[in-house]
């Protein structure tokens, strides 16, 4: 078994950068949020939909909206441009599975809800900051999340949220090439068992059953969710300026 020590040092985004980060109120988005107010003098758009992050750090602009229509998602980028005076960046990291019993038993609503959650609405997000950043005239960078089992199919309990993220693999390649005459790159993580929270949250697994999932990863054990904010925010920084279109994974090695 591996175990994860932090490094003495944090990939940093430019000063003043305006970020917006949806799904800031989850285990990934508290510890990117946390690890962006670490560096510079970013101006982040913390964004829930029921729950606001912790921090009152005054950088921090907080949101609370949620999505029943692509306008409501069209509206909280509006939002944030209006408070933040511009968006450079908005990183999209909600996501959520509302059945977790096997897809043959799924409702339709279930269905529906998550393909809405995990595809629609950060297609609707996007599509309103690449707009936004179109008019400003000064580039931008979008980052969706996305799962690496959605290459294998998921599994019987995940299989509609897989569907859903390998559209968003498509998504970050269709939306790169309309972005990048404007310097607008577009990527995503491909994250595989993150120490989130997001499989206790929603697929109520047990201590047991994550110890189990853990050891099917060569690395033997779940990825800490400061790695994958790191790598969010190398992606956001400007060492990452040619990368475009692109799913990074993130996975200890999960499937090889």
């Given at each position: 078994m591996t175990t994860f020590t932090a490094p003495d040092w944090l990939p940093k985004v430019q000063d003043g950068a305006r970020?917006?980060?949806?799904?800031?109120?989850?285990?990934?988005?508290?510890?990117?949020?946390?690890?962006?107010?670490?560096?510079?003098?970013?101006?982040?758009?913390?964004?829930?939909?029921?729950?606001?992050?912790?921090?009152?750090?005054?950088?921090?602009?907080?949101?609370?909206?949620?999505?029943?229509?692509?306008?409501?998602?069209?509206n909280l980028i509006k939002d944030f441009v209006s408070k933040a005076g511009g968006i450079d960046a908005l990183v999209c990291l909600s996501g959520r599975i509302h059945f977790s019993g096997h897809w043959k038993d799924m409702p339709a609503d279930?269905?529906?809800?998550?393909?809405?959650?995990?595809?629609?609405?950060?297609?609707?997000?996007?599509?309103?900051?690449?707009?936004a950043m179109q008019s400003q005239g000064s580039g931008g960078r979008i980052i969706?999340?996305?799962?690496?089992?959605?290459?294998?199919?998921?599994?019987?309990?995940?299989?509609?949220?897989?569907?859903?993220?390998?559209?968003?693999?498509?998504?970050?390649?269709?939306?790169?090439?309309?972005?990048?005459?404007?310097?607008?790159?577009?990527?995503?993580?491909?994250?595989?068992?993150?120490?989130?929270?997001?499989?206790?949250?929603?697929?109520?697994?047990?201590?047991?059953?994550?110890?189990?999932?853990?050891?099917?990863i060569p690395l033997k054990r779940a990825g800490d969710p400061q790695e994958a904010a790191a790598l969010v925010i190398y992606l956001l920084s400007g060492w990452a300026g040619f990368i475009t279109g692109q799913m990074i994974p993130l996975t200890g090695g999960d499937w090889l």
């Open positions: 970020i917006l980060v949806v799904g800031a109120s989850g285990g990934l988005g508290r510890t990117l949020v946390d690890m962006l107010l670490s560096g510079p003098a970013p101006i982040i758009g913390a964004h829930g939909a029921s729950k606001r992050h912790p921090s009152t750090d005054p950088r921090l602009i907080h949101l609370m909206q949620s999505f029943d229509t692509a306008a409501d998602c069209e279930d269905w529906q809800r998550d393909m809405d959650v995990n595809l629609n609405q950060p297609f609707y997000l996007a599509r309103a900051a690449m707009k969706l999340n996305g799962t690496e089992s959605a290459l294998h199919g998921g599994s019987s309990q995940s299989f509609p949220y897989a569907i859903a993220k390998r559209g968003t693999e498509c998504l970050v390649e269709g939306l790169a090439r309309e972005g990048a005459p404007d310097n607008i790159l577009v990527n995503g993580v491909r994250l595989g068992c993150i120490a989130s929270g997001f499989h206790e949250r929603w697929h109520n697994k047990t201590q047991q059953d994550m110890k189990d999932r853990v050891d099917l």
